[in-house]
Structure formats: structure tokens, C-alpha cells
């Protein structure tokens, strides 16, 4: 079946400092692939998606793109805030029917001033 | 657009007792809403799938009994935990889909937080 594997945390970083959080999937046919992030106490929220090969996602600074021949869809942000604190999860669903989500286990990153 | 509600934002019960959670999308239609148990520090346990008038499909282990899910309208989807025990503390998050337009895209609510005493 479908799977995400994302990097365990906590990543700590310093404020402005460079982040990546890894992501790979294993699916089959070509699945959308996506990134939540969920603030302390709260649901989740998309941050950024990507449908196809090559796409890149963006949002508030935060990138990712959509690697096939890796299956990989790395998180990245050049400088990160106090305020990125949160737990981010990577996902992926089929793009047919009415698709159900397969979340990564989720990443905390903590950023200190 | 795409806002998804919950009510209540959290709960305490008594053992034994029942709690239903709501979950409303206010400005789609919701052809299709996904329950999931969130432990602490640890990813969305999907629970159930469930499309406007029809029976939920839960996932392998989730006790459908237990857990019944009744998505009426296109707006709102109930989860009611049946005789809650101290186990089912859980933080429950729904999704809806707007799957008539074509997209799978998931929507979240903000979570509930279940206390059982």
C-alpha cells in the first residue's frame, strides 16, 4: 500500500535558520503529495501541494517539490521564525476516487529566538 | 472559502457515557467527510469515510458500533462515541471533500479534544 516516511524530530533550529524536513513516499500511479502544518492544540492546515511531477509548491516562504525519479518531496524554508513552530506532516492521496490521505508520521520543529 | 467547523472544541465525559461531535463545512458542499484520531505526538489514525446519505466505511479495527458516523446533509457529519472509556481520549479532527468539483482536497476542522474520566 501507500506510505510516507518523513524524518523524526524534534528539528531544532535558531530563528533564520535554513530548514529542511525529508520526505519520500511509495505509491502507486502518480499521487498527489502534499504538507500540513498543525500549531499546538490545533487541526491541520495545508501549507503546500504539489499533483504532478516537477510541481513546486509554495507558501509563506516554505517550498517543496515534487521529485518522481526520488519519490521525494522535501521540505525547505531559507529562514524560518519563532512563529514555524508546529508539527508538519507530509501526504499523499491517489488522484482517483474519492481518495483517502496517507499522512507521514509528522516532524516538530522547534525554533528558538 | 473551504472552512470547516467543529463543535465542541473540547469535551470531558463520563465513563460510560456518549458524546457526539459535529462537523459542519460552512461555505462548501461536503460530499464527503473523513473522521481521524490524532494520539499525542503521533500522525492521523484515518477512522471512517463517509459520503452524504450512505453508511460510513470505517478502516480495519475501528469499531463501527463504538464509533457511529451519520453525515445526513452535505454540510454535517456526526461522530458519536458510544460508552466512552478512559481509551477513547483522543484528539478527533474531520476533512471534508467537495468531490462533485472534481478535487479530493481535503479541508480540515480545528480538532476535538476527548476527555474521559
Known amino acids: 500500500g501507500d506510505s510516507v516516511t518523513q524524518m523524526e524530530g524534534p528539528v531544532t533550529l535558531s530563528e533564520e535558520a535554513f530548514l529542511t524536513i525529508n520526505c519520500t513516499y511509495t505509491a502507486t500511479g502518480y499521487p498527489s503529495l502534499f504538507w500540513y502544518v498543525q500549531y499546538p492544540g490545533e487541526g491541520l492546515q495545508l501549507l503546500l501541494k504539489?499533483?504532478?511531477?516537477?510541481d513546486k509548491g509554495s507558501n509563506k516562504g516554505f517550498e517543496a517539490t515534487y521529485r518522481k525519479e526520488t519519490t521525494s518531496f522535501h521540505l525547505e524554508k531559507g529562514s524560518v521564525q519563532v512563529s514555524d513552530s508546529a508539527v508538519y506532516f507530509c501526504?499523499?492521496?491517489?488522484?482517483?476516487?474519492?481518495?483517502?490521505?496517507?499522512f507521514g508520521k509528522g516532524t516538530m520543529l522547534l525554533v528558538s529566538p | 472559502g473551504a472552512v470547516v467547523s467543529q463543535h465542541p472544541s473540547w469535551v470531558i465525559c463520563k465513563s460510560g457515557t456518549s458524546v457526539k461531535i459535529e462537523c459542519r463545512s460552512l461555505?462548501?458542499?461536503?460530499?464527503?467527510m473523513f473522521w481521524y484520531r490524532q494520539f499525542p505526538k503521533q500522525s492521523l489514525m484515518l477512522m471512517a469515510t463517509?459520503?452524504?446519505?450512505?453508511?460510513?466505511?470505517?478502516e480495519q479495527g475501528v469499531e463501527k458500533d463504538k464509533f457511529l458516523i451519520n453525515h445526513a446533509s452535505l454540510t454535517l457529519s456526526t461522530l458519536t462515541v458510544t460508552s466512552a472509556h478512559p481509551e477513547d481520549s483522543s484528539f478527533y479532527i474531520c476533512?471534508?471533500?467537495?468531490?462533485?468539483?472534481?478535487?479530493?482536497?481535503?479541508?480540515f476542522g480545528p480538532g476535538t479534544r476527548l476527555t474521559v474520566t
Open positions: 463517509s459520503n452524504e446519505g450512505s453508511k460510513a466505511t470505517y
Open positions: 504539489a499533483t504532478k511531477a516537477d
Open positions: 501526504a499523499l492521496t491517489a488522484n482517483s476516487g474519492y481518495s483517502t490521505l496517507t
Open positions: 461555505d462548501f458542499q461536503a460530499t464527503t
Open positions: 476533512s471534508a471533500s467537495d468531490t462533485s468539483r472534481g478535487s479530493y482536497e481535503q479541508y
